[in-house]
C-alpha cells in the first residue's frame, strides 16, 4: 500500500507556512505528522583558494537560541529560493549576505534539510572566488533585520572545527566536508 495524505490543517500562513497532516502509512494506519512549508533554498560556501581562506556569517539563529541558549550561529551563507534558478539564487544570496560577487559555482547536491519536518530541499554549492571578487559590503538584505557579522576564517580553521564537532549547522558542516573532500590541497596534511 502506498503512503498518502489524507487532509492538511494549517495553522499558520506567514513567511513560512506549519500545518498538521492526516497521512495514511504504509500498513493502512492513520497518523497525524506536522509540516513546515517555506520552500527551497540555496546554501554557498564561497573560499579563496589563494589565501585558504572561507567567507561564513555569525547570525541570531532563534531555534538554537530556544532550544540551547546559542546566541550566533557560524553558519555558509543561505537564503531561500525566490525568483530563478538555485544558482543565481546562490549568488544573489552572497552578495547580499557577504559583499562578494561568485562567477563559478560547484554544484555539491540538494537535500531535505530536516525531512521528518520540512519541505526545504537546499541546493549545496562551493564557489571560488579572490581578492578582485569583493563588490559590496554585504551584511544581509535591508528590512530583514539579519544582522549578519562577516567571517572570513582560514580553511584549517574550519577544517578543526569540522573535527571537533564545534560546526551545529549542518548546511555548513557538509560543505566543509565536501570542499575537504574535492580539494584535499587546499587543507593541511
Given amino acids: 500500500m502506498k503512503a498518502e495524505i489524507l487532509s492538511i490543517r494549517f495553522l499558520h500562513e ?4 506549519f500545518g498538521l497532516a492526516r497521512v495514511r502509512l504504509h500498513d493502512g494506519s492513520v497518523a497525524e505528522r506536522a509540516i513546515e512549508d ?11 583558494p589563494e589565501r585558504r581562506v572561507a567567507t561564513l556569517v555569525r547570525e541570531l539563529r ?3 537560541l530556544f532550544a540551547s541558549g ?28 557577504v559583499g562578494l560577487r561568485l562567477h563559478g559555482l560547484d554544484f555539491v547536491g540538494a537535500a531535505y534539510s530536516c525531512a521528518s519536518l520540512t519541505t526545504e530541499k537546499i541546493h549545496l554549492y562551493l564557489a571560488a572566488y579572490g581578492r578582485g571578487d569583493r563588490a559590496e559590503e554585504g551584511g544581509g538584505a535591508e528590512g ?3 544582522n549578519i557579522r562577516i567571517i572570513e576564517m582560514p580553511l584549517a580553521e574550519l577544517a578543526a572545527m569540522a573535527d571537533r564537532a564545534e560546526l551545529t549547522d549542518l548546511k555548513t558542516l557538509t560543505l566543509v566536508l565536501a570542499l575537504r573532500l574535492r580539494h584535499p590541497e587546499l587543507f593541511p596534511a
Avoid: M, T
Fill in 70 to 97: 546559542e546566541q550566533v550561529q557560524l553558519e555558509a551563507p543561505a537564503g531561500l529560493i525566490d525568483d530563478g534558478g538555485p544558482e543565481e539564487n546562490a549568488r544573489r544570496e552572497v552578495l547580499e549576505e
Fill in 62 to 64: 532563534v531555534p538554537p
Fill in 14 to 17: 506567514g513567511w513560512n507556512r
Fill in 38 to 48: 517555506h520552500g527551497h533554498s540555496v546554501g554557498i560556501l564561497p573560499y579563496d
Fill in 144 to 146: 530583514e533585520h539579519e
